[in-house]
């Protein structure tokens, strides 16, 4: 029997204001391991999303970044989409990953768009888009403002004639005067009266008639569950939503809770209304925090009515609204207007309160030291033990990385590890597992198998069941799209004192073992030769993102973005070049190769130079440079914002060691070029951060000759930043 695991699926905004609470007041927070899982990092204010259409407000503004409110509540953060529910085994099942396991579960998952209305049925999907999600139907909207001044360009349809419909029609017209909008409703459907004035003063054409195929639409006909919820077994009234006691339990199951507009309280009918969603959030707080502590939950019963504020965001500058309270309507009034901008802008600003608990930049000596692979061990130190190791028993290899084990039969080992670099036990387990093959993957090699040791935080058995799962399926995951296997491994418990998220208390490291087809095509970090392409196949700057992320100051968009990248595989572009090298019978393709992982950009160069120059000192041949174009090298959305504010890893100051060889001595020399930036001008000392920003699942750096540059950076990822001199 599994315990002690609260989920929270869905990030609606009960749940959103759930975490807010226990971020507030940690004390109040269930004991155990939470997790939240969403398919998306951040969730609309929906409040507040027509006054977006209208520009009244920007779409950042009205974004609650769950990963960053989980992460000030101590609660993990799982980006996934859920796709099914195991009521017998309690676990929420999940799309591409593995099931996770819950003692209790709460649901605050909303509904989708009705899609079934007889008006929405054979519409071109790229010219009919559901109002759900608030984020795509907004880019969709964006992508119409070339016609916003064009009375010719064909009508903007808004399907549905309800209070939600309205109130997109008032606001569209505040953002296209000239445009054409079509209000498209049902046949008998009836409109206010008042509300029917202002949409044909505004220039709103009510119809009944189905549109043209060719007409873009916005269809807003309404709210209805979640497919996998009506499969689930759950009790459900006619309309799909989960039927609960008024403690918010669902019917027959006391360890799950629906609030927000998936559930609904039986004998206590209510329409879909975000007035509720907030309204219920205190008592599931409270209910999920007495439901861990054994004690009597406590009853709640929803106001039968509830008032909707619509905005009609009128053209002239002075906005009013309509109150709607039932079948009254009344207005519309300026003041309303007021009271629903004072009632918004309230609510998403206790989100942005979140943002600055315990996120002041610290000194030094305070700073919370970076996790990934910024959590290494700084260069000097390093490289003064393995000086005084090689002074023991010399090595003949060139890579502190990578050891060849057994040269008849090519095979190659590394090993990479590091504390959780997020709160998602999975997606951790990949993201080292794909940052350690690196190491493999820049010798040229094929990743065959590897081992792991994880350090688990010393919490009850059970939790550390399921965390070790979740990583190792993680790991595992990133090995069998290599065609490789996890073969084994050890486990260990911390000493410290866990701290929440339990999740981010995993410690590892992966051994990983790697075959090369043939040994004359290994990738050492030496063997440049003079005239070779510098080709890298990333962007850098995720140590300054996720410094800046612990203290809560990304945008959700860029952490995602970089996420992704990050969670992609990089065997197949070095499978790419091992093919043009064999099959095609191309002379050696790669002359030299890294991965930019601790020492960054600067610091795993400055090793291949000295190990090429090694080598030109040993054949009497002058020492290379490396020539680095600034303008060429990519860098992640927000890094030199980032950087300009402060931010940077902790592993970042002992890598400006490397900075000195820029225009450095003979046989360690680097040369920076640039159109754009000069020695004189910030943007310039920005980049060199960069260049030495320590690097979790960074790009692979090659020297190739430049007759193969060409090809590679047309048929693949990779980017010319420099040229061997």
Not at 108 to 114: A, F, P, V
Not at 603 to 610: N, T
Not at 624 to 632: A, E, F, P, Y
């Amino acid at each position: 029997m599994f315990s002690d695991h609260l989920v929270l699926a869905g990030g609606g905004h009960t749940h959103a204001l759930v975490l807010l609470r226990w971020a507030m007041n940690p004390k109040l927070k269930p004991a155990g391991m939470i997790t939240l899982v969403n398919k998306a990092s951040t969730t609309t204010y929906s409040g507040m999303f027509p006054g977006v259409v209208a520009g009244k407000y920007k779409i950042d503004e009205i974004l609650i970044d769950l990963r960053n409110l989980a992460s000030k509540a101590g609660v993990s953060f799982v980006l996934a989409e859920i796709e099914g529910i195991d009521l017998k085994e309690k676990k929420l099942l999940l799309s591409g990953r593995p099931e996770i396991e819950y003692s209790s579960l709460s649901l605050n998952i909303g509904t989708k768009t009705n899609l079934n209305s007889k008006s929405t049925i054979s519409v071109d999907k790229c010219l009919a888009v559901p109002i759900k999600p608030f984020f795509q139907s907004y880019k969709f909207i964006v992508g119409q403002d070339k016609h916003k001044d064009d009375s010719s360009a064909k009508p903007f349809v808004i399907i549905g004639g309800g209070l939600a419909g309205i109130e997109i029609a008032f606001s569209l017209r505040k953002r296209w005067p000239k445009r054409a909008i079509y209000l498209k409703v049902k046949s008998g459907r009836k409109i206010n009266n008042n509300l029917l004035t202002h949409l044909k003063f505004l220039n709103i054409e009510i119809t009944q008639k189905n549109p043209s195929d060719l007409y873009p639409k916005l269809i807003c006909t309404g709210n209805k569950s979640f497919d996998w919820i009506k499969d689930s077994g759950l009790p459900l009234d006619e309309n799909g939503r989960v039927l609960t006691k008024n403690t918010l339990q669902v019917l027959n199951y006391p360890e799950l809770f629906a609030v927000g507009d998936c559930g609904v309280i039986k004998d206590h009918p209510r329409p879909s209304s975000g007035v509720w969603a907030v309204r219920s959030a205190k008592p599931l707080a409270k209910n999920l925090e007495s439901l861990s502590k054994g004690l009597k939950l406590e009853k709640w019963k929803p106001q039968r009515k509830a008032i909707q504020l619509l905005d009609i965001n009128s053209i002239n500058k002075k906005s009013k609204a309509f109150m709607s309270w039932g079948e009254v309507m009344i207005g519309p009034f300026d003041f309303l207007s007021r009271l629903k901008e004072s009632i918004d802008i309230n609510f998403i600003s206790k989100f942005y309160l979140i943002k600055d608990i315990d996120s002041e930049m610290s000194s030094e000596k305070e700073m919370i030291k970076c996790r990934g692979c910024a959590s290494k061990l700084a260069f000097t130190p390093l490289r003064s033990v393995l000086k005084k190791l090689d002074s023991i028993e010399p090595s003949a290899d060139d890579s502190i990385d990578i050891g060849i084990l057994n040269s008849s039969k090519n095979l190659i080992q590394s090993v990479d590890g590091f504390p959780a670099l997020i709160s998602d036990p999975w997606l951790n387990g990949r993201l080292l597992a794909f940052h350690s093959c690196s190491d493999i993957w820049a010798c040229g090699g094929s990743v065959v198998s590897a081992q792991s040791v994880v350090n688990l935080p010393a919490v009850p058995n059970n939790l550390q069941q399921e965390l070790l799962f979740h990583f190792l399926e993680g790991v595992n995951s990133a090995l069998t799209i290599q065609g490789a296997k996890l073969i084994g491994g050890h486990t260990l418990e911390s000493r410290k004192i866990a701290e929440d998220p339990f999740s981010l208390g995993i410690e590892s490291s992966l051994t990983v073992n790697g075959t090369i087809d043939n040994k004359k095509y290994f990738w050492s970090k030496g063997g440049m030769k003079k005239g070779d392409q510098i080709l890298i196949s990333r962007s850098l700057g995720t140590g300054i993102i996720f410094s800046a992320f612990m203290n809560g100051k990304v945008r959700p968009y860029i952490i995602d973005s970089v996420l992704i990248e990050m969670n992609k595989s990089q065997h197949n572009i070095v499978n790419y070049i091992n093919q043009l090298t064999i099959v095609k019978q191309h002379p050696k393709v790669v002359n030299a190769c890294t991965d930019i992982t601790g020492f960054g950009l600067l610091g795993h160069l400055s090793e291949m130079l000295e190990s090429t120059n090694n080598d030109q000192l040993k054949m009497n041949l002058e020492p290379l440079k490396i020539v680095l174009k600034l303008d060429h090298i990519p860098v992640y959305d927000g890094v030199k914002e980032l950087v300009d504010k402060g931010f940077e890893s902790t592993l970042a100051p002992s890598n400006e060691v490397f900075l000195k060889n820029i225009d450095g001595d003979k046989n360690l020399k680097f040369e920076v070029i640039s159109n754009n930036f000069t020695s004189n001008n910030s943007l310039y000392n920005t980049m060199l951060k960069i260049l030495v920003d320590p690097q979790t699942c960074g790009p692979l750096v090659i020297s190739c000759p430049s007759i193969y540059s060409e090809r590679l950076t047309k048929e693949g990822p990779w980017i010319k930043i420099g040229f061997v001199s």
